[in-house]
Nanobody, 113 residues
Framework: QVQLEESGGGLVQPGGSLRLSCSAS????????RGWYRQAPGKQRTLVAA???FYGDGVEGRFTISKDVAKNTIYLQMNSLKPEDTAVYYC???????????WGQGTQVTVSA
């Protein structure tokens, strides 16, 4: 079993910053922790950033994804946050052998004055 543990979400004012973290634990052989997605109420889940790096619409230049390979942990540094960044942010991983995907439980990011 694979668990993805996210942390770092919260409430921040417009223009502020947050740093999200995601670590894999359990049976992690072959597990590649690879990116972040987000889902706002009433909207589909969309890519925010993936190791490569690749960035979703509207975040490049403000968000930076990074990875500590030794810890199998990824980070998302989010700067200049806007109200439209408000969403639940999910960590994503894939088993490179079976292609099975794993998701974290999600962490809420709220950008509001």
């Amino acid at each position: 079993q694979v668990q993805l543990e996210e942390s770092g979400g919260g409430l921040v004012q417009p223009g502020g910053s947050l740093r999200l973290s995601c670590s894999a634990s359990g049976s992690i052989d072959g597990i590649n922790v690879r990116g972040w997605y987000r889902q706002a109420p009433g909207k589909q889940r969309t890519l925010v950033a993936a190791i490569g790096p690749f960035y979703g619409d509207g975040v490049e230049g403000r968000f930076t994804i990074s990875k500590d390979v030794a810890k199998n942990t990824i980070y998302l540094q989010m700067n200049s946050l806007k109200p439209e960044d408000t969403a639940v942010y999910y960590c994503n991983a894939k088993d490179v052998r079976t292609y099975k995907e794993y998701w974290g439980q999600g962490t809420q990011v709220t950008v509001s004055a």
